[in-house]
């Protein structure tokens, strides 16, 4: 059965301050295009969820065809490397998980800093960070991708079809032409950057410099032939050969914001197999297990945190007040939130660089250590919010580093997917700001299209050390991964071992926002995917909560403003994708969810 269905991320040290600042609405990874309302889908056998109909359907065939999960996922991201430009695609990243039917694996495929990087890479003549823009639009900017690399890697492991079929859709309609779409359009026409390159200018824009109206059929013959050479001779055509000649010579050559990023860097890259991080949560007097990725991902740390402390305070006795989060559940969900990103500003980098504190990164969802953090919450009705909220110390070890300060943080794409043998993909890959660093490559010049490259590089801390002199754990080093706040996330029934809960979303640091959101609606409030997505969207920015325009009371926001918290309203543009059990239960028919505020869609059988 089939029914179609940045952010200035002020998410740092999170320093109190006894008023708060004048509140100011931040700027979206990716911003909003249109609402359209979704009816969910149930199923039985195989269920795909992504951000695109074209590549949902890519890999609904996959499926169709007996493919596994994995399979499904590559046929989805080589679409969405076409269709979604503006997300993710070859020049960037991602974060996989995979259920095996036994166990969960976590395949890393985060971009790298080139082995020429250095810590004072963002770092401008007047020896201050460079501004966000200065920074991004370039090759300075610019990782060494990932997400062909890591992609490979699963399908060696997992997948059942041939390589060079899951390539057939993207060819297909690479060749062919696929109708640009109202928020593809809107993007293109709004970003300030992008046709300032030759390349992007000639495929993405007319030549008035007006973005391709919508319905007009975009062809990248460019991209189709790099999609074939791919298809047959795996990911080294790309991090080999011409094509890797052409991205580094894109990066180096750039006019006035050159990057280092070299052939070894390309030829070298590895992915990585990393132990997923897995925590116990009890809701509704069931108890399941939440997994997801590890450093130098903060996503599985962060929403662990936020939802482990609010275990431990009187928001599960909470309820909802015309079916929405009420202003006491919210003030206590900011209260959490604020405390589990001073955590991530504190501690969380790549682990190849940084150890955890008390040597696990399980110390920071340590049941005693939450409880110990909930504790700092005044739980009293109307109490006020705290005045600062400091990193703990969850290993009993003195803090040998800098807070990350504030910074921007951008955008992503995310996939769920489970098939017929109950195996499951949660994938959530990007270029990270729109875009990307607006470098895009092409082998082919004679005609137009190509690849965009990604701008990983800034979600490292543009300041390496603090003004004392104390290094940032997420500092630029030569072959480091950037943090990331991405969180592709599994939930399983605790008694039985069964997968019940497939879920992630776009959306920078707001990923940790709109992933907690999900969770708990379906886990606690009993919602069904599409329910918890289509909830209004909120999160905590520093002092301030976000809450989504239009969907809250004024109440709401009132009595939110009167425990001391800066409320901004603004859109909240989230791309979840979540596939679950009904009613959690092993076995149970699948309901899928995608979100409204973009173009998502879910098919399975």
């Not at 109206?213 to 055509?237: C, D, E, M, V």
């Not at 899928?592 to 399975?604: F, S």
């Amino acid at each position: 059965m089939k029914i179609v269905f940045c952010l200035l991320a002020l998410l740092g040290f999170l320093s109190g301050c006894s008023t708060p600042p004048s509140p100011t609405a931040p700027h979206q990874p990716e911003g909003v295009s249109a609402y359209a309302q979704k009816t969910g889908w149930t199923g039985s056998k195989f269920a795909i969820a992504a951000a695109n109909p074209l590549a949902t359907e890519a890999g609904y065939k996959i499926l169709k065809a007996g493919g596994s999960a994995a399979d499904a996922a590559i046929a989805v991201q080589m679409v969405l490397a076409l269709v979604e430009p503006q997300s993710s695609g070859l020049g960037g990243g991602a974060f996989l998980l995979y259920f095996n039917g036994q166990q969960v694996e976590a395949f890393d495929g985060r971009e790298t800093a080139p082995a020429a990087a250095d810590e004072n890479l963002f770092i401008g003549k007047d020896l201050k960070p460079l501004s966000f823009p200065q920074a991004v639009v370039g090759g300075r900017s610019v990782g060494t991708p990932g997400t062909l690399r890591v992609l490979e890697m699963v399908h060696q492991q997992h997948g059942k079809l041939p390589w060079a079929a899951l390539f057939e859709s993207a060819i297909a309609l690479a060749e062919n032409g696929f109708k640009v779409s109202p928020r593809l359009h809107q993007l293109l026409s709004a970003d300030p950057y992008l046709k300032n390159d030759p390349t992007a200018r000639a495929y993405f824009y007319q030549a008035n410099g007006a973005a391709h109206a919508p319905g007009y059929l975009l062809k990248n013959p460019p991209l189709a032939a790099l999609f074939r050479s791919i298809a047959s001779h795996g990911s080294s055509a790309f991090y080999k050969g011409d094509v890797a000649k052409a991205i580094v010579d894109k990066v180096q050559s750039h006019a006035f914001n050159p990057g280092t990023l070299s052939l070894a860097d390309l030829e070298n890259y590895q992915a990585i197999k990393r132990k997923p991080l897995c925590q116990d949560y009890a809701a509704n007097q069931r108890d399941f297990r939440i997994c997801g990725f590890p450093p130098p991902s903060s996503g599985a740390i962060t929403v662990g945190q936020i939802l482990g402390i609010l275990s431990h305070t009187k928001a599960p006795a909470l309820s909802r007040e015309n079916g929405l989060p009420a202003a006491n559940w919210l003030h206590l969900y900011t209260e959490a939130s604020r405390l589990a990103f001073a955590d991530r500003a504190q501690y969380i980098a790549d682990p190849d660089f940084i150890e955890a504190p008390g040597g696990d990164w399980q110390n920071l969802l340590n049941p005693l250590y939450l409880a110990e953090r909930a504790r700092l919450i005044d739980q009293t009705a109307g109490a006020l919010r705290m005045k600062s909220a400091p990193p703990g110390q969850p290993g009993f070890e003195k803090i040998k580093h800098a807070a990350m300060p504030e910074q921007i943080e951008y955008g992503t794409s995310h996939i769920s997917i489970v098939d017929a043998q109950g195996h499951a993909v949660a994938m959530t890959s990007t270029i990270e700001d729109g875009f990307g660093s607006r470098q895009m490559v092409n082998t082919r010049p004679e005609m137009s299209g190509g690849f965009l490259l990604n701008n990983e590089l800034t979600d490292f801390s543009l300041s390496p050390k603090d003004t004392e002199g104390r290094p940032i754990a997420n500092r630029v080093q030569p072959g480091k991964r950037p943090r990331s706040s991405m969180a592709p996330t599994f939930v399983f029934d605790k008694s039985t071992g069964g997968l019940v809960m497939v879920s992630g979303s776009p959306g920078g640091a707001l990923i940790i926002h709109y992933s907690a959101k999900v969770l708990y609606g379906v886990l606690n409030w009993g919602l069904t995917p599409q329910q918890a997505i289509d909830l209004p969207n909120f999160g905590a920015l520093n002092e301030n909560i976000l809450l989504e325009t239009g969907r809250f009371t004024p109440a709401t926001a009132q009595a939110l403003k009167a425990q001391g918290h800066a409320v901004i309203e603004t859109d909240l543009t989230s791309g979840l994708q979540s596939i679950t059990r009904s009613g959690l239960k092993p076995g149970a028919p699948w309901l899928g969810g995608a979100d409204p505020r973009r173009e998502g869609i879910v098919l399975g059988e």
